[in-house]
């Protein structure tokens, strides 16, 4: 069974640094991009950017560059979201997920269960 | 960045057809992915390219597309049918290999 298993919710304080992780398994983990989508209270969905393990190529959305950092450990498997000083701002649910993209059409399966961060003084 | 847009909500009776639809530039170049969210759930994926459902996903889900606008419509809707449905696609404002969600729709089953 293809599956991505992420670390368990967070509570921080504003300004501590933070990584959460995204475990893939059943399938060759260097053979797709990952991607992080952001969900805050009550909100959307929004991307936040994507690693591709086999070579750690990174892109990330305008929105998010320079706040977060993507990176990922192909030896075990496992993608990671880091921020350095964390806002208020950044309580939300994080989700990876694998991506598909064959050119004119993409999708996203699995997601991995999500991640709560929470910060708060 | 590109942008889709969504209706923020639609309603549809027990058994009866809801269109769900999402529009945006990118949707002339590439095909949406649709996803349900159910409360307190992560996203899963209903429908890819042309008309594709993942294994598991009831045929009642259907998609299809014209021009700036995709379409996702439940055939029959079912009570377990009623959450969040988010479109994506990728990015066509020159971001490589980024990609753009709708800003969803919430199905209420009545």
């Known amino acids: 069974e293809v599956q991505l298993v992420q670390s368990g919710a967070e509570v921080k304080k504003p300004g501590e640094s933070l990584k959460i992780s995204c475990k893939g398994s059943g399938y060759s983990f260097t053979s797709y991009w990952i991607g992080w989508v952001r969900q805050m209270p009550g909100k959307g969905l929004e991307w936040m950017g994507i690693i591709y393990p086999g070579d750690s190529d990174t892109r990330y959305s305008p929105s998010f560059q320079g706040q977060v950092t993507i990176s990922a450990d192909k030896s075990i498997s496992t993608a990671y979201l880091q921020w350095s000083s964390l806002k208020a701002s950044d309580t939300a649910m994080y989700y990876c997920v694998r991506i598909h993209d064959y050119g004119d059409y993409n999708w996203f399966d699995p997601w991995g269960q999500g991640t709560l961060v929470t910060v708060s003084s | 960045s590109s942008e889709l847009t969504q209706d923020p909500a639609v309603s549809v009776a027990l058994g009866q057809t809801v269109r769900i639809t999402c529009q945006g530039d990118s949707l002339r170049s590439y095909y949406a992915s649709w996803y349900q969210q159910k409360p307190g759930q992560a996203p899963v994926l209903v429908i890819y390219g042309k008309n594709n459902r993942p294994s598991g996903i009831p045929d009642r889900f259907s998609g299809s597309s014209s021009g700036n606008t995709a379409s996702l419509t439940i055939t029959g809707a079912q009570a377990e049918d009623e959450a969040d449905y988010y479109c994506?696609?990728?990015?066509?404002?020159?971001?490589?290999?980024?990609?753009?969600f709708g800003t969803g729709t919430k199905v209420t089953v009545l």
């Open positions: 994506n696609s990728r990015d066509s404002s020159g971001n490589h290999l980024l990609y753009v």
